[in-house]
């Protein structure tokens, strides 16, 4: 480090004082050791002021605790995140480079810089990111600064899968059968492939999240997978080599949570079960892992442990095992050398705070608890709420958050999130909305609030997983921890909508049609109570009782369209005729021929809330609009139902309308064989020419989004005409790609 850098820094220190801005509070289940870290212990300054290296829900996190802990907070933002909710939360904050990831959030040196000008004494990574970047964790060290994790040594044993695998091998610790050697020559791989035996399983060496993971099934996918999981891999994680295991067909995925201090003291805070994975990622996790003995409980904990201590290991880490369901069998998977994603629900069921914990164990103190002290109590469950399109594969989403309305948090009933309404979902980052955490005495108890909490957390603008959860949360099976990995697809007919299912689909229109009558209910009454307070020239005739028109209502007209997830690529237009009644009711007759109607009570209760009273029931429902592109979007949530209505501008909801003309439903979508973008994205490899014969299935081009590839495939058989993409290029979700003329 340079003189000049050093006097720099210092008169930093003295010269920064940051003011304090308010931040969201969100209160959970958690005990801590004391309340200020600023005292001197053995001599050592503590920490006052923490950067971390880290955007959206898990840098507010940290700031959480920091504050708690009276310590000052410094975070770094791109040109994407510059109003974002982590810098508003933050003391400080400092621009590190435009949206790309590789320009900003792993840049090392823009980081450093940050710290170095606001005057942090310590980094905190976050997740993710660099946080199990071993040359970032030296540099902090080496420029001075407190890496708030493990020792830089520990991330490069455990962070290179293949040489934790060595390493574990060595200890005793049962291994997957697999190759973790140092080749990566592609016809090399491919012959340890095959001595393997398929399916296989190819994963980076570094990072995590299911990025670059491929399952292989037979020796002809190998070539492509292996290529495709490289190139995913440097662009997550800026290393490119790989690992291969036996694919094991039915198992869970349980990881333990452990903790070292710099004294050498390790300990276990139990297990997470995992298994609930789309797209290899994690979507919900609970601890601790339901049906599981105290005996393999404890014999995981210990190989955790011996795992940590073989590396020197301290500060947060997670010591994964994938678990044979077949034969009870449990082998070493990898170590996550960070706090994990889910960490919430470890907190939950020990009290503990885990960050808290880090920036102790980051001061030099000793763990707050020994193994015999960590408590285990009741039971917790985290539901991921991501950005994304369910019914095209959990492909990511991006868009505006028009309505955001999270429910309100609890001692048992946590929303950790790192967006506003009115923030974008961007194509550069991982499309996390919030992560769900709820607590209860056991796991039943947890799984009814988890159930009662995905019914009221609503987001509107872009497609979120939250109905899926709610499906899942309800599935019987999910219900008696029939947990593995291949959960999703073993029960996709029933979580996921099949498209031309008759019976299905003619059931959710039937639900969709009460819920259209319900919002043309409540648009109206809000209307009829906003006119009241400020009538200008007093209520349209449509709300008043004129005696000359004796038992005449007049009526009003809405339509509104709907999409039928079971119905393929079409839509489902809804006549709504309204009459208001001389008793201040809504009379609401659905459909042309109005034989179905309903008479409601309505009660605007402020803003987008109502209580609604029909077919002699009373309930609580609420309603978002917002306008997008020349048409108005409705959203309603009551009960667990939760429904989306689009109507096209322009048409006059206080007056009769004639029948409008449908649009013709193939407007929407493109003509045969025409292959449209699934989601926003760049092209990162261009497999056809214009004029190529292809096979239907037959890979075309990649796109990467959110740092997840996607193969784009041939609709069918033909020839590539059309062809309106570049290497390198930016597209938009639904954009024309090419088209597959018939040969």
Same mark, same amino acid.
């Given at each position: 480090?340079?003189?000049?850098?050093?006097?720099?820094?210092?008169?930093?220190?003295?010269?920064?004082?940051?003011?304090?801005?308010?931040?969201?509070?969100?209160?959970?289940?958690?005990?801590?050791?004391?309340?200020?870290?600023?005292?001197?212990?053995?001599?050592?300054?503590?920490?006052?002021?923490?950067?971390?290296?880290?955007?959206?829900?898990?840098?507010?996190?940290?700031?959480?605790?920091?504050?708690?802990?009276?310590?000052?907070?410094?975070?770094?933002?791109?040109?994407?995140d510059r109003h974002s909710l982590?810098?508003?939360?933050?003391?400080?904050?400092?621009?590190?480079?435009?949206?790309?990831?590789?320009?900003?959030?792993?840049?090392?040196?823009?980081?450093?810089?940050?710290?170095?000008?606001?005057?942090?004494?310590?980094?905190?990574?976050?997740?993710?990111?660099?946080?199990?970047?071993?040359?970032?964790?030296?540099?902090?060290?080496?420029?001075?600064?407190?890496?708030?994790?493990?020792?830089?040594?520990?991330?490069?044993?455990?962070?290179?899968?293949?040489?934790?695998?060595?390493?574990?091998?060595?200890?005793?610790?049962?291994?997957?059968?697999?190759?973790?050697?140092?080749?990566?020559?592609?016809?090399?791989?491919?012959?340890?492939?095959d001595k393997i035996g398929y399916?296989?399983?190819?994963?980076?060496?570094?990072?995590?999240?299911?990025?670059?993971?491929?399952?292989?099934?037979?020796?002809?996918?190998?070539?492509?997978?292996?290529?495709?999981?490289?190139?995913?891999?440097?662009?997550?994680?800026?290393?490119?080599?790989?690992?291969?295991?036996?694919?094991?067909?039915?198992?869970?995925?349980?990881?333990?949570?452990?903790?070292?201090?710099?004294?050498?003291?390790?300990?276990?805070?139990?297990?997470?079960?995992?298994?609930?994975?789309?797209?290899?990622?994690?979507?919900?996790?609970?601890?601790?892992?339901?049906?599981?003995?105290?005996?393999?409980?404890?014999?995981?904990?210990?190989?955790?442990?011996?795992?940590?201590?073989?590396?020197?290991?301290?500060?947060?880490?997670?010591?994964?095992?994938?678990?044979?369901?077949?034969?009870?069998?449990?082998?070493?998977?990898?170590?996550?050398?960070?706090?994990?994603?889910?960490?919430?629900?470890?907190?939950?069921?020990?009290?503990?705070?885990?960050?808290?914990?880090?920036?102790?164990?980051?001061?030099?103190?000793?763990?707050?608890?020994?193994?015999?002290?960590?408590?285990?109590?009741?039971?917790?469950?985290?539901?991921?709420?991501?950005?994304?399109?369910?019914?095209?594969?959990?492909?990511?989403?991006?868009?505006?958050?028009?309505?955001?309305?999270?429910?309100?948090?609890?001692?048992?009933?946590?929303?950790?999130?790192?967006?506003?309404?009115?923030?974008?979902?961007?194509?550069?980052?991982?499309?996390?909305?919030?992560?769900?955490?709820?607590?209860?005495?056991?796991?039943?108890?947890?799984?009814?609030?988890?159930?009662?909490?995905?019914?009221?957390?609503?987001?509107? *603008? $872009? !497609?979120?997983?939250?109905?899926?959860?709610?499906?899942?949360? /309800? =599935?019987? @099976?999910?219900?008696?921890? +029939? #947990? &593995?990995?291949?959960?999703?697809?073993?029960?996709?007919?029933?979580?996921?909508?099949?498209?031309?299912?008759?019976?299905?689909?003619?059931?959710?229109?039937?639900?969709?049609?009460?819920?259209?009558?319900?919002?043309?209910?409540?648009?109206?009454?809000?209307?009829?109570?906003?006119?009241?307070?400020?009538?200008?020239? *007093? $209520? !349209?005739?449509?709300?008043?009782?004129?005696?000359?028109?004796? /038992? =005449?209502? @007049?009526?009003?007209?809405? +339509? #509104? &369209?709907?999409?039928?997830?079971?119905?393929?690529?079409?839509?489902?237009?809804?006549?709504?005729?309204?009459?208001?009644?001389?008793?201040?009711?809504?009379?609401?007759?659905?459909?042309?021929?109005?034989?179905?109607?309903?008479?409601?009570?309505?009660?605007?209760?402020?803003?987008?809330?109502?209580?609604?009273?029909?077919?002699?029931?009373?309930?609580?429902?609420?309603?978002?609009?917002?306008?997008?592109?020349?048409?108005?979007?409705?959203?309603?949530?009551?009960?667990?139902?939760?429904?989306?209505?689009?109507?096209?501008?322009?048409?006059?909801?206080?007056?009769?309308?004639?029948?409008?003309?449908?649009?013709?439903?193939?407007?929407?979508?493109?003509?045969?064989?025409?292959?449209?973008?699934?989601?926003?994205?760049?092209?990162?490899?261009?497999?056809?020419?214009?004029?190529?014969?292809?096979?239907?299935?037959?890979?075309?081009l990649v796109m990467e989004a959110?740092?997840?590839?996607?193969?784009?495939?041939?609709?069918?058989?033909?020839?590539?005409?059309?062809?309106?993409?570049?290497?390198?290029?930016?597209?938009?979700?639904?954009?024309?790609?090419?088209?597959?003329?018939?040969?």
């Amino acid at each position: 480090m340079s003189i000049t850098t050093i006097i720099h820094r210092k008169l930093n220190r003295k010269l920064h004082r940051s003011f304090n801005k308010q931040f969201i509070y969100t209160p959970f289940r958690l005990s801590s050791s004391s309340t200020n870290l600023t005292n001197t212990e053995n001599g050592n300054r503590k920490i006052e002021k923490l950067l971390i290296a880290n955007r959206g829900e898990i840098a507010c996190r940290i700031m959480r605790t920091a504050k708690r802990l009276g310590i000052q907070t410094v975070a770094v933002y791109s040109d994407a995140d510059r109003h974002s909710l982590h810098v508003k939360s933050a003391d400080e904050a400092v621009r590190i480079g435009p949206p790309p990831a590789r320009s900003s959030y792993l840049n090392s040196s823009s980081i450093i810089e940050a710290a170095v000008r606001t005057g942090a004494q310590a980094i905190h990574p976050g997740y993710g990111f660099l946080s199990e970047n071993a040359d970032f964790a030296q540099l902090c060290e080496n420029e001075g600064f407190t890496f708030v994790g493990p020792p830089a040594s520990a991330i490069r044993e455990m962070g290179d899968k293949s040489a934790s695998k060595r390493i574990m091998g060595a200890a005793g610790v049962p291994l997957v059968p697999g190759y973790h050697g140092h080749e990566q020559d592609i016809n090399i791989m491919k012959s340890e492939a095959d001595k393997i035996g398929y399916p296989i399983l190819i994963k980076p060496t570094h990072g995590g999240g299911g990025k670059g993971m491929r399952i292989v099934q037979s020796p002809k996918e190998f070539v492509d997978s292996f290529l495709g999981a490289q190139r995913e891999a440097a662009a997550s994680f800026g290393v490119n080599t790989i690992l291969l295991e036996k694919y094991i067909t039915r198992p869970r995925h349980i990881e333990v949570q452990v903790f070292g201090d710099k004294q050498g003291n390790v300990v276990y805070l139990y297990e997470r079960d995992c298994s609930v994975q789309r797209r290899h990622q994690k979507i919900i996790e609970e601890a601790p892992a339901p049906d599981i003995l105290s005996d393999f409980r404890t014999r995981l904990g210990q190989a955790a442990v011996s795992a940590a201590k073989a590396v020197g290991y301290h500060n947060a880490g997670t010591v994964e095992f994938i678990v044979d369901t077949l034969s009870g069998e449990f082998y070493f998977m990898e170590m996550n050398t960070r706090l994990q994603v889910e960490h919430p629900v470890t907190e939950m069921i020990v009290g503990q705070d885990l960050v808290e914990w880090q920036i102790r164990v980051a001061n030099g103190e000793s763990l707050p608890l020994d193994q015999a002290q960590i408590p285990l109590s009741g039971h917790a469950f985290e539901a991921r709420i991501y950005a994304e399109n369910v019914s095209r594969g959990f492909l990511p989403a991006t868009g505006v958050l028009q309505y955001y309305h999270p429910l309100p948090v609890s001692e048992t009933v946590r929303v950790e999130t790192g967006v506003e309404e009115g923030d974008t979902v961007s194509m550069h980052y991982d499309p996390m909305i919030a992560k769900l955490v709820v607590w209860g005495e056991n796991r039943a108890a947890a799984l009814v609030k988890l159930k009662d909490s995905l019914s009221k957390f609503q987001v509107a *603008g $872009l !497609p979120t997983n939250i109905e899926f959860l709610y499906k899942l949360a /309800n =599935h019987r @099976a999910f219900a008696n921890s +029939e #947990l &593995e990995t291949h959960f999703i697809d073993q029960f996709k007919d029933d979580l996921l909508a099949t498209p031309n299912n008759s019976a299905s689909a003619e059931a959710a229109y039937d639900t969709a049609k009460h819920s259209a009558a319900l919002v043309a209910a409540c648009i109206c009454e809000k209307e009829r109570t906003l006119l009241k307070k400020s009538p200008p020239g *007093g $209520l !349209p005739v449509w709300y008043t009782h004129v005696p000359f028109r004796l /038992n =005449h209502h @007049a009526t009003r007209t809405i +339509e #509104l &369209e709907w999409e039928n997830e079971y119905r393929d690529n079409t839509s489902d237009h809804l006549t709504l005729s309204i009459d208001y009644l001389p008793n201040g009711n809504y009379l609401i007759k659905i459909g042309e021929n109005s034989f179905s109607y309903l008479e409601a009570t309505v009660t605007h209760l402020g803003d987008h809330d109502f209580r609604v009273e029909a077919d002699g029931i009373s309930k609580n429902v609420n309603l978002a609009s917002y306008v997008t592109d020349q048409t108005e979007h409705f959203h309603i949530w009551h009960g667990s139902n939760h429904h989306h209505f689009k109507q096209k501008l322009g048409l006059d909801l206080l007056d009769n309308l004639e029948t409008h003309d449908h649009r013709n439903r193939e407007s929407a979508s493109h003509p045969p064989g025409t292959v449209a973008a699934p989601m926003s994205g760049l092209v990162v490899k261009i497999l056809v020419k214009d004029g190529m014969k292809v096979e239907e299935g037959q890979p075309m081009l990649v796109m990467e989004a959110m740092k997840m590839e996607h193969v784009i495939k041939a609709p069918s058989s033909g020839i590539v005409s059309g062809l309106q993409v570049a290497l390198g290029q930016q597209v938009s979700d639904n954009s024309v790609l090419f088209n597959v003329k018939a040969a």
